[in-house]
Nanobody, 115 residues
Framework: QVQLVESGGGLVQPGGSLRLSCTAS????????MGWYRQAPGKQRELVAE???????NYADSVKGRFIISRDNAKNTVYLQMDSLKPEDTAVYYC?????????WGQGTQVTVSS
């Protein structure tokens, strides 16, 4: 029903910035709650940021004040602006869409923060 494609990952130095994008196919994008998760090697996947269909946002404490999630329903796209990146932000970042009991995941994009 929904296919998600992430982009924008890469290698960045500590203190740098990246903007991740997730573009969704399918109808009714505006009805989905969207989120960004990340998973580092050997660790569980964790919620980074989420945004409801109404635009309310929530962030993990570890990224609060540094990351901003936003959505553009006209473009079927959710963004994650990441500033002041730290090495501990290194992970594969996944886009997630939820509507009721339905949940969809993107393929993930690698973010590496290193000197």
């Amino acid at each position: 029903q929904v296919q998600l494609v992430e982009s924008g990952g890469g290698l960045v130095q500590p203190g740098g910035s990246l903007r991740l994008s997730c573009t969704a196919s399918g109808r009714a994008f505006s009805m989905y709650a969207m989120g960004w998760y990340r998973q580092a090697p050997g660790k569980q996947r964790e919620l980074v940021a989420e945004i409801t269909k109404g635009g309310s946002t929530n962030y993990a404490d570890s990224v609060k004040g540094r990351f901003i999630i936003s959505r553009d329903n006209a473009k079927n796209t959710v963004y994650l602006q990441m500033d002041s990146l730290k090495p501990e932000d290194t992970a594969v970042y996944y886009c997630n869409a939820v509507w009721s009991v339905r949940s969809y995941w993107g393929q993930g994009t690698q973010v590496t923060v290193s000197s």
